[in-house]
């Protein structure tokens, strides 16, 4: 796997330059330099892009130079022992007498300590940790501006936008490191506090990210500055997106490592960044980078990349790398090859230890050379005689649509602008955010987020109750000195546990709706509204569940048994005294039977007198007809006694209280005035009232009334929440 990039690599450069080799192969003597990249990333491909083709471009044009830059190209995998490995064996074997890279700060510390390397000028056009510094390492030259510039951007914007709090969130490594000692001096400087720093590791999975992010969504402070990797922050964003964090009232800063290549991070990535403001190197257009430049990138873009999406044009980085490439050619030309200077001892046949590497002796001059040459170049003047670029102007964009817009520039002299050049026109300062095109912010509000939420203990929740018809469910009353609302019932009561289980201090107030009839499902309507206007946080109370509330609240599910009843008044039917054992039969049946038994005797007098038995007394039927008739009249008895006894017994045992009506259709029927809630006093045949009130009213007069059924269904009462 190591070495299968290598050799083809080789094989790419010994075709890319062999044609052009060829023809001066006499006069060019090859000038070796080291590349070191991490050709994984997209800045490693950009730049190896550029380097080889300002390589062709920049000999293409000096035919006559006497030297020839020999290009040798190693992966470093974004690894230091890869990339100090990859320096050894460049040194070693191909005795190179420049190293261009490499790509990370990490890896340029790591490479530096290399004692071997003490003398081979390293110039990194990425490294910009300001952690790299001239004193430790006088051979390295950085052909880009270390991350300490940008802070003074970044905090301008902080400053102009008004944001008091800003949480860092970075790649826990040398580069993400790199800023942060900067940025929070700069950020004291405008009294901003920096409450947190999420450090994130190169190891962190998609889960811990998404933790860390939840963290940071519980914090108050909503402006992110991010100073991450591409790749990594590809990832925070994308993770943000999913969590809800690029949504209104978050603010997210990019630092350049991420702003300089927005235009070649994935569509996906940057509809996820959208809203997002960056800070990045300012190119100004230069005649150099036509079309014909940018169609030759291309080509040699899609041909080391064969497999990748094309890019519109090399980021800053390829130019940079384009522009170093030509610096070095032109200092390698007048140094010259010192080919006796560069022998490497004959004897070191053990070639891996560095001690033994050579030293190259014309790198002093090499270097004065590098820095001393200035020229204008495609990313801009190129002049690194502070052993960096001059600080120009850094643009602010932000990330809009699948592109990103220009907001401003920040320089050193005129801090915020519009545009660039405005002579002394503009007024630097507190003023300076008018000097700004408006930012799209995430969520596509274009208004300027306040940086903060207000923190959960700061802000009372405003509680509406309402006075009840019924105080068991709630019943307010202020406090005489305070004035404050006072709210007690089953409502609050559990109002207050729900609020004892959350899992974080909540603090509310009540307070009161004050209507002239409180007990009218009109006024529940109204008192519902209010927290659609906004006027309460939440509605509590024994606020029914109804169609027509839900467009504007939210309910909460149900805390009480749900349905609708009717309340009846019973009869008692008997009244218990001495006459009881009349009861249980009517007057008419007491009628009837008297006038069945005599009909009974008169018809077997009769019969027996027709048949001659003047004997009566002889209690013996000769009639076979007036037997019958005894007969039947013998089960009617006994039918009429059995349940006349079973009658008596149960009034004399069980109470006798019935409802006057079983249901609703009856109470129709019968034509009876049916009331409800409060107001009808007495005249009303059945009251229709939710079931909770019916408990509550059964349990003060369970004597005379009774709930019946059915019993229509309801939701039952919640309490209300803004939709
Ligand atoms: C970083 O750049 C600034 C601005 O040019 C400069 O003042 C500072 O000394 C540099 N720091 C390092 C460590 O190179
Ligand atoms: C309470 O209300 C009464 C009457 O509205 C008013 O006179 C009094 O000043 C109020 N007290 C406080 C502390 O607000």
């Known amino acids: 796997m190591e070495k299968k990039p290598q050799t083809v690599l080789f094989l790419l450069l010994v075709f890319s330059f062999g044609a052009a080799q060829k023809s001066t192969a006499r006069r060019q003597e090859e000038f070796h330099v080291g590349v070191i990249l991490d050709l994984g990333s997209l800045v490693g491909k950009v730049s190896r892009t550029s380097i080889s083709l300002a390589v062709e471009d920049f000999y293409s044009v000096h035919q006559n130079h006497r030297t020839k830059l020999a290009i040798h190209i190693r992966d470093s995998m974004g690894n230091e022992v890869q990339a100090a490995s990859a320096a050894i064996d460049l040194l070693e ?3 190179v007498q420049a190293i261009i890279g490499p790509q990370k700060s990490s890896e340029a510390a790591f490479i530096s300590k290399l004692r071997s390397i003490k003398q081979v000028p390293i110039v990194s056009f990425t490294a910009t940790s300001p952690a790299l510094t001239y004193g430790s390492l006088p051979y390295f030259v950085r052909a880009t501006l270390n991350d300490s ?40 400087q405008i009294d901003a506090h920096v409450p947190y720093r999420s450090a994130i590791p190169l190891s962190a999975t998609s889960e811990n990210i998404m933790q860390e992010l939840y963290k940071l969504m519980a914090m108050q402070t909503r402006v992110f500055i991010v100073h991450m990797s591409s790749t990594r922050a590809s990832l925070i964003f994308t993770k943000a997106k999913e969590a809800g964090m690029m949504d209104k009232g978050f603010v997210w800063i990019v630092t350049d490592g991420v702003a300089n290549i927005v235009d070649s991070l994935s569509p996906s990535v940057v509809e996820a960044m959208n809203g997002v403001i960056g800070i990045r190197f300012h190119v100004p257009r230069s005649q150099e980078l036509d079309t014909s430049f940018l169609i030759r990138w291309n080509r040699m873009y899609r041909q080391f990349n064969p497999n990748e999406l094309p890019l519109d044009k090399p980021s800053i980085f390829g130019l940079w790398a384009y522009d170093t490439v030509r610096a070095l050619s032109q200092a390698a030309e007048k140094v010259g090859v010192s080919g006796n200077k560069n022998k490497r001892p004959q004897s070191s046949k053990s070639s891996t230890s560095s001690d033994l590497l050579a030293v190259s002796t014309n790198g002093p001059e090499l270097l004065k050379e590098i820095v001393q040459n200035k020229f204008r170049g495609l990313s801009g003047n190129f002049d690194l005689n502070d052993r960096q670029l001059p600080v120009s102007a850094l643009q602010i964009i932000n990330v809009v649509g699948r592109s990103w817009k220009h907001i401003g520039f920040w320089t050193l002299k005129n801090g915020l602008s519009k545009q660039l050049n405005q002579n002394g026109m503009k007024i630097t300062g507190s003023a300076s955010m008018l000097e700004l095109n408006p930012v799209n912010w995430p969520g596509e509000s274009t208004e300027i987020p306040k940086g903060w939420e207000i923190p959960a203990s700061g802000d009372k929740l405003r509680v509406g109750v309402p006075t009840s018809a019924y105080p068991e469910f709630v019943r307010t009353s202020k406090y005489p000195v305070t004035n404050a609302t006072r709210a007690v019932g089953l409502s609050i009561d559990i109002f207050e546990e729900v609020v004892k289980s959350v899992p974080f201090a909540l603090s509310y107030e009540y307070q009161a709706f004050d209507t002239i009839d409180a007990t009218s499902s009109t006024s529940y309507n109204d008192f519902v509204h209010q927290v659609f206007l906004q006027r309460y946080d939440i509605a509590i109370g024994d606020i029914t569940i109804i169609y027509n509330r839900t467009p504007y609240v939210d309910f909460t599910i149900p ?93 004399l045992t069980v109470q006798q209280l019935s409802p006057m009506f079983t249901d609703i259709h009856e109470l129709q029927k019968q034509g009876g005035y049916v009331g409800f809630h409060r107001g009808e006093h007495g005249g009303v ?6 079931v909770p009130y019916i408990k509550l009213f059964l349990a003060k007069y369970c004597k005379s009334y009774t709930m019946v059924g059915p019993i229509y269904k309801s939701a039952g009462f919640a309490f209300g929440d803004p939709n």
Not at 162 to 185: F, Q
């Open 149 to 188: 510039v940008q802070v003074n951007g970044i905090v301008s914007l902080i400053k102009a936008y008004g944001w008091r709090e800003v949480v860092l969130v970075y790649d826990d490594t040398e580069y993400g490191r790199g800023i942060l000692p900067h940025l929070i001096n700069a950020l004291q």
């Open 559 to 651: 805390y009480t048994e749900s349905g609708v009843g009717m309340i009846v008044p019973v009869k008692e039917t008997v009244k218990k005294n001495m006459w009881i054992f009349s009861k249980p039969l009517s007057k008419g049946m007491w009628f009837g039977s008297i006038m069945f038994i005599m009909y009974t005797a008169i018809v077997v007098w009769m019969l027996e007198h027709l048949n001659g038995n003047t004997h009566l007394h002889e209690e013996k039927l000769k009639c076979i007809l007036s037997r019958l008739v005894l007969l039947v009249w013998m089960f009617v008895f006994l039918v009429l006694a059995s349940s006349y006894t079973a009658s008596l017994a149960s009034m």
């Open 685 to 690: 045949a059945a009251l229709v009232l939710d």
């Open 93 to 95: 074997n191909y005795k």
